[in-house]
C-alpha cells in the first residue's frame, strides 16, 4: 500500500528537520558543519519529540571537542578492538542488515575508489582514552579502502572527536 503525504505533512517535516539542525548549530557550535550534517543530524529521525533530541545533544554531544588532520595515516593498529573486529568482518564479506544498502555503498565505494583513489571526503574519528580510534563515519569507505591497500593508506581529510562519553 502506497501512502501519499501531502503538501502540508511535508512543509511540516521540513519545517521541524529545518528546526532541529539550527538547534543543533546553536547547542554545538564548535562542531564542524561537516559533521553536524554528515554524523549528527541524520540521527534526527530516531527521535521523536524536543526533549528527547535535546537530552541526546546535552548528554552526550556538548563536550565533545573536535580536531581537524589532513592527511592522516590509516592502518588497522591505530583502530580500538571494537573497530578492528568489525572492520574486518566488513572487509570479509559481512553485510550489516542494520544499514540500508550496505551492499550496494560498498560497491559504490568500491568503484570510486577505482576511477578516483581514495576519497577526500572525510571520515569522522573518535579518539579512545587509550590514544586509540573509534570509526565513527566513513565505514564503507574505510572499508573499500583497507580491501585495496590492506597495509594502510593517507586519508586526506580527518575529523577527530575527543572526549566523547561513550567511550569513557
Sequence with gaps: MKYLITERQLD????????????????????????????????????????????????????????????FPISMDIFSDKSQKELRERISGFVRSDVEKDEERHQTQKELLKSRGISQEPIILFKTKDGRYDLGEGWHRTVQAFSVFPEGFIQP????????????
Design 12 to 71: 511540516l517535516l521540513l519545517e521541524k528537520r529545518e528546526g532541529w539542525y539550527k538547534l543543533l548549530q546553536k547547542k554545538l557550535p564548535h562542531f564542524p558543519e561537516y559533521v553536524l550534517k554528515d554524523f549528527i543530524y541524520r540521527k534526527v529521525d530516531e527521535y521523536k519529540d524536543y526533549e528527547s533530541f535535546n537530552n541526546w545533544i546535552n548528554d552526550w554531544l556538548v563536550n565533545i571537542e573536535w580536531e581537524y588532520q589532513k592527511d
Design 157 to 168: 581529510n580527518v575529523y577527530i572527536g575527543l572526549n566523547a562519553k561513550w567511550l569513557e
